[in-house]
């Protein structure tokens, strides 16, 4: 099994830090708050202070990573399962380069639902649609579908994430052994579910075949009355 675990978080970045690097997988400093493997931030990521009051996930002003655009992408250094991913999509709120107005500036007036994929070696493994006023302070995107913290994937990809706020994310993820079970056991369920499917839609047309190729039995002829053999005494 998937046995260690590990939180990526902003939270002990010192307070003078400029922008977020492309790969980060929490303060070098710190074991706790940090991935041991490579983390990429793909997109117009960037490093700002908390804008919502304080919370239970975070307090105002502490560094989250925020999306200045609709799409982006977190990718591992190896496969893993994403237990909790905390998120926040304020509504109405404008994000860009300096809190300018740009060419580059995102705006978010319209509540649209944030989706969330996770993907393994490209196939898309789950989709999570959260809606828009679930995401008014932090929550968990990844809590609203059962199982999906189980499945095991490298990225992340989000869509319609303009001006998306992560403060922290926390992995499972075990030995190279493991980790070849785990995408074995992906594999031949996925070999299975697609059977099954291509079997069912099938189904219909393989009974009618068969039906069609019976021969039909032939009527037996109708019981009619016997004569009395004579016989000569």
Do not use: M
Not at 12 to 23: D, E, K, M, N, T
């Amino acid at each position: 099994s998937l046995s260690k675990s590990a939180l990526l978080s902003f939270r002990r970045l010192p307070p003078w830090q400029q922008g977020l690097p492309r790969f980060f997988a929490g303060a070098a400093t710190n074991a706790f708050g940090s991935l041991p493997f490579k983390v990429e931030w793909e997109g117009p990521w960037a490093l700002t202070g908390n804008p919502l009051p304080d919370g239970f996930v975070l307090k105002k002003h502490r560094f989250v990573a925020e999306l200045q655009g609709p799409v982006g992408h977190i990718r591992f250094g190896r496969p893993v399962c994403v237990l909790q991913l905390e998120v926040s999509q304020p509504i109405e709120r404008h994000c860009g380069v300096d809190g300018t107005t740009s060419a580059t500036q995102s705006y978010r007036t319209l509540p649209t639902p944030l989706l969330v994929q996770g993907k393994l070696h490209g196939a898309t493994v789950f989709s999570e649609a959260v809606a828009a006023w679930e995401l008014g302070t932090f929550v968990n995107a990844l809590a609203f579908t059962a199982l999906t913290s189980a499945h095991l994937i490298d990225s992340l990809t989000f869509l319609g994430a303009d001006c998306l706020l992560v403060a922290a994310l926390q992995v499972s993820y075990g030995s190279e052994e493991a980790l070849e079970k785990a995408e074995a056991h992906f594999v031949e369920d996925f070999a299975s579910s697609k059977h099954q499917s291509q079997s069912q839609s099938g189904g219909g047309k393989d009974s009618t075949a068969k039906s069609a190729q019976q021969p039909t039995a032939k009527p037996k002829p109708k019981a009619t009355s016997a004569k009395p053999v004579e016989t000569s005494e």
